[in-house]
């Protein structure tokens, strides 16, 4: 049993209820439409706020727990969302499949993290974007969420030479204040990146 499914278990959602506040500003800014796939999804709560828009949502998450509470919150919410048990070590990206892949505090051992950022290049869609905000490799010393180790955590150039090729929507390294549950709580410096897939 991995980490994540032991701390899912709990019946609280340890990062809350309600979505990211830059993915909830982005996605009403965008008013993006059609499939929309999130990654390291945790709980569900992106995925429910997702649903919420009229989108159809598949969450993939590879703690069973954490999948089985994102079905408890959208039925509250009334929405649908598919859950699929995936580890992103063995995910299958489909060529354009999804409008829009959505990546909240997903953190990965750096090889896995970049298979998956140019999985998601792969994934998305012609028009279609990918939003995400995750802690940066200056998070360390705030002590307020995300991994303890650096080799976890983003670097912009993750994001700027993997993208190079998309439309820069939105890119931005620096201090938030997040509030989200019981494991992400106070200032942060994070990575936030919307990119658009171009059409050639």
Known sequence: MNLWNTR??????????????FLEEIQKKLQLTGNALAIAEGEGRNAVFLAEQGMNV????YAES??????RLAVTRGVEVKTELVDLN???WKKEQWDEVVCIFGHFPEELRIKTLKGVKETVKQGGYFITEVYSIYQLPYRSGGPQNLEFLYRPEDFLSIFSDWRIVHFFMGEVVRHEGELHNGLSHVIQFVGQKTFK
């Open 8 to 21: 899912f278990e709990d019946k609280n959602y340890v990062y809350g209820t309600e979505p990211n506040i």
């Open 58 to 61: 598949t969450a993939w998450d």
């Open 66 to 71: 954490g999948l089985e509470k994102t079905q």
């Open 90 to 92: 063995e995910a299958q």
